[in-house]
Structures are given as structure tokens and as C-alpha cells.
């Protein structure tokens, strides 16, 4: 028989899905795979048996249905101040991985580098490796997980083809500063770079933080391209909406990449989702005091069980440090985690380069009651696992 992929050969499945089969198995609470156990807003709901008696059942526009882009490019400039076109810097795409392996392919060559930081949400290698481009990675140290300008500019001396810029980062909780994303803006332009943003935690952010734009920053748009998704802010994780917004160079090749891909997302679904990028302020205001709370429940519950961790400045992931428990390996920990303490977690080696054992990932979007029978289970942590 021929031989498989040379490309793909090092690939293993995702790990945190792994873990997440791995809860089930056990009966963990999974805080491991990130997606809430709480409903959509109930405006979606409504729409969305209201469609299934509807004429959205076939084909869409390749790029999705006109309604929406409108919607989206309204609520783009709205939080972003970026004026977008709805018909020339759009495209809809099956969730934020395809938007983020179509932007991938439309810009890099086989050869190219592509910088990422590490940790980094595990997608990114592998889109990297996938488009036949090579990654360099840049550390973000913890625990404020900031990176060293230097180190960077290092990296760009290498003439990479793009950057990827996740903010607010999974799995680290970072978000960038506005002279941390100007200091990558700079470099971009001077190194004339493309810089590939992940932005599916706009909305999830904690105070004193906010969220910069990097398509906002002066000189910024044309070589932005911003992948995104409507997953988590509607708590639609399973309904795989994401989307491209980059000028119309780059998005009249993303629109051919993401043709042949996939053809297009769900059509039903964009018509539902209109509802959604609809809402006004007041919908995102409740999201953010919603998972600030969440983050305020978990942390307490944490700290009073005596567990080492780092605290999110936005989206909804926390590193646990285990080097007290004494395993050598955390993919190991969060397996016997799993097993004997019943709660499901990702180990963190998954998401950086370098050599690291000492963390292991939970999320906090879920439920109160899911959280704290976690905290529950987790509190005869030190009885089970020392």
C-alpha cells in the first residue's frame, strides 16, 4: 500500500476533545472541552423554531446569506469602530477553525513561516503544518504571560508570512494591551507581515481589561485578517458559525479557499443567528457580568481549597499548577483527574511549545451547580491524588 501523508505523520487526535471522551468515560464534570452546559438566549431559540418551518433549508450564498453579512458588518463597527463591507470583507464560514485554516491557505505558500505564540489554542500548528508553512513560536511567559519584545522581533527577522494573535488567548486568559498589539502592529509593518487574528472571546473580559481591535489600529486593517465566531458569545458552540473579515484582496481568495472547503455554513442557522447580532448593549453588558461572576465563583472555590493558579483577564480557562502532586506527567494527572477525582481537565502541555508539565486547563462556562459540584469534587483533591 502507498504510503500515508508525510504532512500529516506527527498529527494525534485533538487532546481536548480526547479529554473530553475521557470524562464521559468516567463521569467526570467536564471542564475540559470549552462549552457551556446553559442554554442560548432564549431570542435564538424562539427564531430557530420559527425557521424549521421556513424556506432555509438549501444552499445559501457561498459566503452566507445577505442578511447577515449585513447584520454582522453593523455590529463589527459597532464594537470595533471598523467600517466593514458586507459583500467584499466578509466571509461566513463553519466555525472559527475553517475561518482560521481558509485564511491560512489564502495567504501562505508552501515554506513560508507563520509565527505563533505559544501557548497557543493547539488548531494553530496544525493549520500551520496543513498549509505546508513552518511555525515559529514565541513565548508567552507566565504567569502574566506577557512576551519579550526582542524575542519577537527575533522571530520577525525571519521574514514570516503572518502572525497569529489570539486575544483574549485560550488557553492562558490573556489580553493583549493596546502597547503590547502596537508593538505587533509595528513589526507587522515593518517586516510587512500579515497579522491573523483569533478574536472569539471579544466579549469576555474582565475589569480592568478591555479588548483592542488590532484591525483598529492605525494602518491596521489592510493586513488584518480577523477570524472569528459566533460560538461562544451566543453560547452556540455547537452550531459551527465563524467568519472572516479581511480586506477585499484577501477576502475575494479566502471566498475560494472557503468554496471548495465547505461550500458554505448552515443556512437555517445564519437565518437564526441574525437574531443574535441584532442585540443591543445591554445583551453583551450581562454576558460579561455573567462570566464575571462564573470567574469570581471558580477562583474563590479554588483558593479555598488550596490549589496554585493563574487568574484570566478574559475568556473563560484557568491554569491549575499540579507540580505539588509530584506526576511527571500532566497529560497522566489529568487522566487519574478524571478517574479518581471526577472532574475532567486538558493537560497543558497540549498548548506549548516548550517543555511544560506543570499546568493542566479547566473552564468556567457552565452552570453554578456545575461549578460547584467541580469545586465539591475537587476539594478531597490533595486526599486523592497525594
Not at 121 to 129: C, F, M, Q, S
Not at 144 to 150: G, H, K, L, Q, R
Request: proline share 5%.
Amino acid at each position: 500500500m502507498p504510503a500515508l501523508s508525510n504532512r500529516t505523520n506527527t498529527f494525534t487526535d485533538s487532546v481536548i476533545r480526547r479529554m473530553t471522551r475521557v470524562s464521559n468515560e468516567y463521569g467526570a464534570v467536564n471542564l475540559s472541552q470549552g462549552f457551556p452546559d446553559f442554554e442560548p438566549p432564549k431570542e435564538i431559540l424562539t427564531r430557530l423554531a420559527e425557521v424549521t418551518n421556513e424556506d432555509f433549508h438549501q444552499y445559501s450564498t457561498t459566503w452566507v446569506a445577505q442578511n447577515f453579512r449585513e447584520a454582522l458588518a453593523a455590529k463589527i463597527a459597532h464594537f470595533s469602530g471598523v467600517e466593514v463591507n458586507p459583500n467584499t470583507e466578509l466571509v461566513v464560514t463553519c466555525g472559527s477553525t475553517e475561518a482560521m485554516m481558509a485564511a491560512m491557505m489564502s495567504v501562505t505558500n508552501p515554506g513560508d513561516k507563520v509565527i505563533v505564540f505559544s501557548p497557543f489554542y493547539e488548531n494553530y500548528g496544525a493549520d500551520t503544518i496543513l498549509s505546508g508553512a513552518e511555525p515559529i513560536y514565541v513565548p508567552l511567559v507566565p504567569p502574566s504571560f506577557c512576551f519579550d519584545a526582542n524575542v519577537l522581533e527575533d522571530a520577525f527577522r525571519q521574514n514570516p508570512k503572518a502572525i497569529i494573535v489570539c486575544n483574549p488567548s485560550n488557553p492562558c486568559g490573556k489580553v493583549f494591551t493596546r502597547e503590547e498589539l502596537t508593538v505587533i502592529a509595528d513589526l507587522s509593518k515593518k517586516y510587512d507581515t500579515f497579522v491573523i487574528t483569533d478574536e472569539v472571546y471579544e466579549h469576555i473580559f474582565y475589569a480592568p481589561h478591555k479588548h483592542i481591535y488590532m484591525a483598529s489600529l492605525p494602518d491596521m486593517n489592510e493586513r488584518t485578517i480577523v477570524c472569528n465566531s459566533l460560538s461562544k458569545t451566543y453560547s452556540i458552540t455547537g452550531w459551527r458559525l465563524g467568519y472572516t473579515q479581511a480586506n477585499p484582496r484577501i477576502t475575494d481568495r479566502i471566498k475560494k479557499v472557503h468554496d471548495f472547503l465547505t461550500v458554505g455554513a448552515a443556512s437555517p442557522l445564519q437565518e437564526v443567528a441574525v437574531t443574535g447580532l441584532r442585540f443591543g448593549d445591554e445583551y453583551y453588558r450581562d454576558l460579561q457580568e455573567k462570566y464575571a461572576h462564573k470567574r469570581n465563583l471558580f477562583l474563590q472555590g479554588l483558593d479555598s481549597i488550596g490549589l496554585q493558579h493563574t487568574v484570566p483577564e478574559g475568556a473563560y480557562y484557568i491554569l491549575i499548577d499540579i507540580c505539588e502532586f509530584g506526576f511527571e506527567s500532566d497529560l497522566e494527572f489529568a487522566e487519574v483527574l478524571s478517574k479518581k477525582v471526577g472532574v475532567g481537565a486538558v493537560p497543558g502541555s497540549s498548548f506549548f511549545k516548550e517543555k511544560e508539565n506543570r499546568f493542566v486547563r479547566l473552564h468556567f462556562a457552565k452552570k453554578d451547580d456545575t461549578l460547584n459540584e467541580a469545586l465539591n469534587r475537587l476539594s478531597d483533591i490533595y486526599k486523592k491524588l497525594r
